[in-house]
């Protein structure tokens, strides 16, 4: 169901394509141009703070080189003001310098890329940038007379102390005196010391984040692009309703089978339609051809414009909660994107999705749930005549789940409009007026076979039980001592016994996370211990294995076989060892050198754990292991963990806001809740 | 915001850097405009780069120093210093003070030509005026106010057909996206320091090695972050492109032209004494 990204800009990228120059940004560019200013500042920021990352600050070029090379000048330049903005926020006047020069050097690095120019051109290119930086810095500084004065004066004092010491030891006086004399020469001509500086750091930083970059692209190569809804260019009335469709296909450009297998259905005003099917059935393709693409084949009439945002026309809420919200605050995030002078009653809209109150907290503090509802209330706030809410709890803990289908249940008395809920979960069909099924199309189904569950290699664990995990006393402070000091664990103790199945529960901000990180030794404690087989965690990282939520970031290298060897410790080449710990998570060897970005998000999973069990731990950690997963593939993983701790008697600790389906994989449950067990 | 590093040393506790979150509470600098913040820090940026001298240190550290009790920041809120940067801070000292120079001070016999010391004592606190400047901001600007503000400051700048708008919703968004991209980072390293050290001969092979880790790194941060930026494209053509990026966006009201006000005498009297005496 997606179509492959292009790795250069002309293979017919449709960023480039939809994006007339002298115009102002597409949402897609400009939200390439966000994310990649706020990672660059990321990293800019993180280089100062981390200790290992120091050379990090090197490659701030590189998401401005990516910029620099997929998109126009004109992205290039907002990205550049956004990273030195934030930059500046942080750490002032030099941050903001820095980033600005990461970003001019980027993104020249960029732009003779897409011009498919080599190294040589890089050289040369930096040596004129060099050239012209210099002469900036120059040009400022003499201007700023006594900037310039106060700086030298003061470097002068400090290297004089230096050369009246040394003088003071007969074996270093000629020497010091002779480097008093070369530096009182490279002030006097400090604009050629400044020059070449220049010149030097700016060919230093252009070849390595042309290096870099290249690496990078070369990674980035067979990502899939998970875009999916475009702006449409409407001269119509906006009338998206009733919309009927009459045996309309879809089929990607290149694909080799139909995403949406020929479907006749009319949505008519005031209803409210749930569409239910597995994965591969094609539900987020009718989700686009109601949203406004074209079928393949078939056709679809409306009475008017489709009006994807507009007033009185079409909205959909998606299906991740965090890139949902665009406004750092609740209520700008209603009106986000409205055109200007619109106001809508934000109050009221708050109120209908159950979050009365909160207008001005902080959107990064809300739970999964009370973002989908945020989104749904800025969906609301444009009066659409259709809403299409595609897989909108999926990512959703139970609780915020049923308080998204209440909201959800009415919506279709109270305003007047047609309500399509895609979900994968027949129970929550049920709220809907009917449903349509949609069935898998053949061929679309599990590309990679998966082999058969590992036979027990293992005697079933022994019963004498050895504590492996031991938590006395266990509290946690984030910024412990600071105004934003923040309890996130209190007093928390228990035991993990070998072999044991333990499921930690909490909703969002109970502090299960920071309790795997105490276990995996990644956070040490402010109160109480942890131990692990009878030592502080934070002394042996890497006993306790943990496979977080985000897989792909835990997947550092770019093919599985260099991953798993990576992450367990052996040479690469070995290609046995690769197959067996494949195998241990029914996973065929033939994924061996597989791309991890052509993973489906279960094999994602399977080769992080198949890593971190080649290590043989002491313990799995697995963080909301489930999320994100369909249906089956949340099936077929239980099973494996299941079977694992059964036969190898592997000890597995699961942190998760879902208890459902894990009774037989964690037959004990601790409840967390704000940081407390109970 | 997150504070960046959640592991901490268990025999001395040390204040981390918290980025981009107001200290709790409101004051009259909290509720202050983000504009009249960022054109104060910036105008005195852009005096003491023309006029380093002790008087307009002076004036504006003042400035700073008053501000941050109006705030009520407590001490809490500056990170803790590393010793080696006091180390370094020493060491620089003893050497400027080395250096000699005019003017002469007497402690009791001994004569110490302090002039070296005051040159690097200045420069020393011009770049911690500077730096306490920006802390102020982040220390009392709500995030969500700073790219509305930005886009009405820009203004102006749209005669020279400069894309201010755009620019003010890249950035609003990138403050957005800034917390998921420094949790992103937490948890590359976290993964890394799971994985077991690889053996390696000599210096150049971890040089090597050292170099292709960090395209790793950031290979998986910037995959993860073009799958965001996918889904956050998505999200704002779900909602017909770009417009509003405020519910209700604050103006300058009394206390700010009061601020203004302030700032500017600040800038005349350091200017006409610098002029006038140095």
């Known amino acids: 169901m997606t179509s492959t990204r292009p790795g250069a800009p002309s293979r017919n990228s449709p960023d480039m394509a939809s994006a007339p120059t002298g115009r102002s940004l597409t949402p897609v560019e400009m939200a390439q141009a966000a994310v990649m200013a706020a990672l660059a500042a990321a990293l800019a920021i993180v280089s100062v703070v981390v200790p290992f990352a120091g050379g990090l600050s090197l490659l701030v070029t590189v998401p401005m080189g990516l910029l620099g090379y997929r998109y126009r000048l004109r992205v290039l330049l907002a990205a550049a003001f956004a990273a030195a903005t934030v930059s500046f926020l942080i750490a002032g006047i030099s941050g903001f310098m820095v980033v600005l020069n990461c970003a001019y050097v980027g993104g020249l690095t960029g732009i003779i890329k897409r011009r498919g120019r080599g190294t040589p051109t890089v050289l040369a290119v930096s040596v004129l940038a060099g050239v012209l930086n210099g002469l900036m810095v120059i040009g400022a500084l003499m201007v700023l007379v006594r900037l310039r004065t106060l700086t030298f004066e003061a470097m002068t004092a400090n290297f004089d102390g230096v050369v009246t010491a040394m003088s003071k030891f007969e074996p270093f006086r000629q020497g010091a005196q002779d480097a008093r004399a070369v530096f009182g020469l490279a002030l006097q001509y400090w604009p050629v010391l400044l020059m070449t500086y220049s010149i030097f750091t700016i060919m230093l930083v252009s070849l390595v984040g042309w290096w870099a970059l290249s690496r990078v692209l070369d990674r980035l190569r067979g990502i899939p692009d998970v875009h999916k809804l475009t702006t449409l260019t409407e001269s119509a009335p906006v009338a998206p309703v009733p919309v009927r469709l009459t045996d309309a296909r879809f089929r990607y450009p290149g694909a080799d089978h139909d995403a949406l297998r020929p479907l006749t259905l009319t949505v008519e005003a005031g209803e409210h339609i749930a569409v239910t099917g597995a994965n591969g059935s094609g539900k987020t393709t009718l989700m686009l051809l109601l949203a406004g693409r074209q079928p393949t084949s078939g056709s679809i009439e409306r009475p008017g414009a489709v009006g994807l945002g507009r007033l009185g026309g079409t909205a959909v809420v998606m299906q991740h909660p965090e890139t949902q919200v665009l406004g750092s605050r609740v209520a700008d995030d209603v009106v986000w994107g409205m055109p200007p002078g619109t106001h809508p009653d934000i109050d009221r809209l708050l109120d209908e999705v159950g979050l009365s109150g909160m207008a001005e907290r902080d959107t990064g503090g809300l739970s999964g749930g009370e973002l989908q509802r945020l989104a749904v209330a800025a969906a609301l706030a444009r009066r659409p005549a259709l809403l299409i809410a595609d897989e909108i709890t999926s990512m959703v803990d139970q609780r915020g789940r049923e308080s998204l289908l209440a909201v959800l249940s009415g919506l279709t008395e109270r305003h007047r409009m047609a309500l399509v809920q895609i979900t994968h979960y027949d129970n929550e069909a049920r709220i809907a007026d009917r449903t349509l099924a949609l069935s898998a199309s053949s061929d679309n189904m599990v590309m990679v076979a998966q082999a058969a569950p590992p036979a027990p290699s293992v005697e079933p664990a022994a019963v004498g039980r050895t504590p492996v995990l031991e938590l006395r006393g266990v509290g946690h402070e984030y910024a412990h001592d600071t105004p934003w000091a923040n309890t996130a664990l209190t007093d928390v103790s228990f035991t993990v016994n070998s072999g044991d199945g333990v499921l930690i529960h909490g909703g969002n901000g109970s502090g299960k996370s920071t309790l795997a990180w105490i276990m995996a030794g990644l956070t040490t404690p402010t109160t109480g211990s942890c131990l692990v087989g009878g030592r502080p965690s934070h002394e042996c990282v890497g006993e306790v294995a943990v496979a977080f939520q985000a897989a792909r970031l835990q997947l550092l290298r770019a093919r599985v076989d260099l991953e798993i060897a990576s992450a367990a410790g052996f040479p690469p080449s070995d290609i046995r060892r690769v197959v067996a710990a494949l195998a241990a998570v029914g996973l065929d060897g033939s994924l061996a050198r597989r791309r991890v970005d052509q993973l489906s998000g279960g094999q994602m999973r399977r080769v992080v754990i198949a890593g971190l069990l080649a290590r043989r731990p002491k313990a799995l950690i697995l ?39 894990l009774e037989e994989l964690c037959p004990r449950t601790l409840h967390l809740n704000r940081g407390v067990l109970s | 915001m997150t504070s960046l590093l959640g592991r901490r040393r268990p025999s001395r506790q040390r204040r981390p850097v918290v980025l981009l979150r107001p200290v709790p509470g409101t004051s009259v600098i909290h509720r202050l405009w983000a504009g009249t913040k960022l054109i104060v820090v910036f105008v005195f940026s852009v005096l003491l780069a023309f006029y380093p001298g002790w008087i307009p240190i002076a004036l504006t550290a003042g400035a700073v120093l008053i501000a941050a009790r109006l705030a009520h920041i407590p001490r809490g809120a500056l990170p803790t210093i590393p010793r080696w940067l006091w180390l370094l801070l020493l060491l620089g000292m003893v050497t400027a003070t080395l250096g000699g120079g005019d003017p002469v001070l007497q402690v009791w016999s001994a004569e110490v030509q302090i002039g070296g010391l005051l040159k690097f004592l200045r420069f020393t606190a011009l770049s911690i005026v500077l730096l306490g400047m920006g802390a102020m901001v982040s220390w009392t600007t709500n995030v969500a106010d700073v790219a509305p503000a930005v886009a009405t400051l820009g203004r102006p700048f749209k005669a020279f057909r400069v894309p201010v708008d755009d620019w003010a919703v890249a950035l609003a968004l990138a403050l957005r996206s800034f917390p998921m991209m420094l949790d992103e980072f937490r948890l590359l390293y976290a993964a890394r320091r799971l994985r077991p050290r690889p053996v390696l001969p000599d210096a150049r092979a971890r040089r090597r090695r050292w170099l292709i880790e ?18 956050m494209g998505d999200a704002i053509t779900a909602r017909g492109g770009t417009g509003q990026i405020a519910a209700a966006p604050a103006r300058p009201v009394a206390r700010d032209w009061v601020v203004l006000g302030i700032c500017a005498a600040v800038c005349v009297v350091s200017v006409f004494v610098e002029i006038r005496y140095f």
């Open chain 1, 623 to 661: 963080d909301e292991p489930l999320a994100g997963l369909d249906a089956d593939s949340q099936r077929g993983l239980l099973r494996l963990l299941t079977d694992l701790r059964r036969n190898t008697g592997l000890t597995i600790v699961v942190i998760s806001h879902d208890f459902v389906g």
């Open chain 2, 214 to 231: 960090m395209v790793d790194l950031l290979a998986a941060g910037i995959t993860v972050a073009l799958r965001r930026a996918d889904e």
